[in-house]
């Protein structure tokens, strides 16, 4: 019953917990900056293909828009939400949950 206590308490602590979290963290970084990492050489070596340009916009989002503005990194019109009508969407939910 001992060996099996001392054996539990090797992988049931509190160290644990911060271990997933440090995990948790490392994981994320790690794979944003790969993702930095290899567009460097995709970009270096032309080997890149502009998936966004081929992206349709979800359905839902195309209906809320109400404006259009011109992208300045390639000059398409394309469409986008106000921040004004972010804010009051937002600020009506945040009333609403403390509500």
Partial sequence: MCSTKR???????YATQMFGVFMM???LCLR????RYLAK???QWCAYEDERRHEIPRSAFLLQSTAT????SNGISEAYIPK???YF???LSILIKII
């Fill in 7 to 13: 054996f539990a308490t090797i992988f049931d602590n």
């Fill in 25 to 27: 963290m490392w994981v």
């Fill in 84 to 86: 004004m009508t972010l």
């Fill in 32 to 35: 944003k900056f790969w993702q």
């Fill in 69 to 72: 503005r011109l992208n300045p």
């Fill in 41 to 43: 050489f995709q970009y």
């Fill in 89 to 91: 969407c937002r600020s």
